[in-house]
Each structure stands twice: as C-alpha cells, then as structure tokens.
T-cell receptor, first 115, second 114 residues
C-alpha cells in the first residue's frame, strides 16, 4: 500500500529565512506524481508545487522548490525568504498514475513563520 | 474563474441526526472528490466521481454515508445517522482530468457532532 510520511509535526522559521519540510513515501510503482499542498488557518487547501516522478529535474515555483530523491523516496519542500503568509499546514501528497489515481496525503507539518 | 463552492461552511448536530453537504465543482471539471479531514490528520478520500458515475468509494462507510452526483455537476454527501467520530472537515475537490493530478479544493464544511 502507498503511504506518505511527514515526520515533522511542527516547525518554525524566522521571517526571510529558509526552511525545509521533509516527506517520504512508499510505492513500488514508477509512474506517479508528488505534491505539496498548503492549508492556511481556516482557509482552503491550495497546490504549492507538483513533481512528476519521471522528471529528474526538481520542480520550482518562485520561492518554493523541492528536492526529489526518487531512489530514496524522499520529497522535501524548501521555502526560501519565508513570509508571514507562509504560516500554514503543509501536506505532502502522492498519486499513482497506473491504477488507483487516489491522492494520498501525509499527516501534515504545521509551519509558523515568526516576525 | 470561480473555484469549488461548498455549503454550509459549518454545521453542528447531535449524534444520530442526519446532515447533508453540497458541492459545486469548477465549471467543466468532470471529476469530483469528497475527502474527510479529521483534526490533526491529512485528508482521506471518501468517494470519487467521474461525471455522474462512481469511480472509487472503497473508503466510504456505506452503512451511514451516501453521496450522489445525479447530473454530473453538483454533488451532495449525506451522513445518516451521524456519530461522534464523524466530526471533521469535509472537503470537496474537482479536477479537469480523470487522473486527478491537478485537484482544486473547496473551503470545506466543518462538522461537529455532539
């Protein structure tokens, strides 16, 4: 069964600094996507960044970038120049393209950006 | 472009009562999902629709939960009767692709069962 593990329940970072959130996943398949979603307090979940497993190049979206290590099944999110608006729950998620197409989430990391 | 709409935003009921949630996906999105997000956890898929057909309802507690998407657009999720452990946020999401590799989420309905 596919699983997604986020081992950091909470993290904090000073405004303008860099923080890295960790995620590991388990699958025996090769065709899948990985995601980082952001869920601000009392607001809806939005997609931060997406990585296709067959692409070796790490995805980047402005201040957000990932470190995708396929062999290690690791998918960490780096937030550069942290802003107060980055305070949120961050969920790592995985979807397998070959069969279930089911989006599986980790338990989340609560990130607090301190002024 | 309007996002995924959900109502109500909040609902408080007594256990054993019934409740229904409504979702309107992004226009043109054929794939619709309902997720349950218990406090402190990531969302868990309850049911997936492709147009008005069910693709996956393997994690839906069918003895008390039901969902429909009769015209392939709006969807309702019902719980009857509710239990204390059903307290959660119920998220609706839609996708323009059947594979779901691009899902857009609604604001959710926070259900409290007393």
């Amino acid at each position: 069964a596919q699983t997604v593990t986020q081992s950091q329940p909470e993290m904090s970072v000073q405004e303008a600094e860099t923080v890295t959130l960790s995620c590991t996943y388990d699958t025996s398949e090769n065709n899948y996507y990985l995601f980082w979603y952001k869920q601000p307090p009392s607001r809806q979940m939005i997609l931060v960044i997406r990585q296709e497993a067959y692409k070796q190049q790490n995805a980047t979206e402005n201040r957000f970038s990932v470190n995708f290590q396929k062999a290690a099944k690791s998918f960490s999110l780096k937030i550069s120049d942290s802003q107060l608006g980055d305070t949120a729950m961050y969920f790592c998620a995985f979807i397998q393209m070959d069969s279930s197409y089911k989006l599986i989430f980790g338990s989340g990391t609560r990130l607090l950006v301190r002024p | 472009e309007a996002g995924v709409a959900q109502s109500p935003r909040y609902k408080i009921i007594e256990k054993r009562q019934s409740v229904a949630f409504w979702c309107n996906p992004i226009s043109g999105h054929a794939t619709l999902y309902w997720y349950q997000q218990i406090l402190g956890q990531g969302p868990k898929l309850l049911i997936q629709f492709q147009n008005n057909g069910v693709v996956d309802d393997s994690q839906l507690p069918k003895d008390r939960f039901s969902a429909e998407r009769l015209k392939g657009v709006d969807s309702t999720l019902k719980i009857q009767p509710a239990k204390l452990e059903d307290s959660a946020v119920y998220l609706c999401a839609s996708s323009p692709t059947p594979s779901g590799n691009e899902q857009f989420f609604g604001p959710g309905t926070r259900l409290t069962v007393l």
